[in-house]
């Protein structure tokens, strides 16, 4: 059964910094890439940070310079760095593993950034 657990979200104020994380079980974590993806009320899911199995990392241009994607296989954790917050990163943030049977999602954790 694969599970993808995220933490860390929360009230921030603006500038300030939230590091996110995921905990992914039933998977071969290592071999799979990891993205964060989010969703703000009354918007379209999308992609935040991705980084492949490899290593590679790529953002999306509203978060390059503010936000690290980093991975740690012997934890079988994805991470989300994300500093100098604005409130238009408020939403539900998701860590998202794509396997070769499939995507799956985590449950999602909030973050709120007030200005």
């Known amino acids: 059964q694969v599970q993808l657990v995220e933490s860390g979200g929360g009230l921030v104020q603006a500038g300030g910094s939230l590091r996110l994380s995921c905990a992914a079980s039933?998977?071969?974590?290592?071999?799979?890439?990891m993205a964060w993806y989010r969703q703000a009320p009354g918007k379209q899911r999308e992609m935040v940070a991705g980084i492949t199995r490899g290593g590679s990392t790529n953002y999306a241009d509203s978060v390059k310079g503010r936000f690290t994607i980093s991975r740690d296989n012997f934890k079988h954790t994805v991470y989300l760095q994300m500093n100098s917050l604005k409130p238009e990163d408020t939403g539900v943030y998701y860590c998202?593993?794509?396997?070769?049977?499939?995507?799956?999602w985590g449950q999602g954790t909030q973050v709120t950034v007030s200005s």
């Open positions: 998202n593993a794509k396997t070769i049977v499939g995507r799956y």
């Open positions: 039933g998977i071969t974590f290592s071999a799979n890439d």
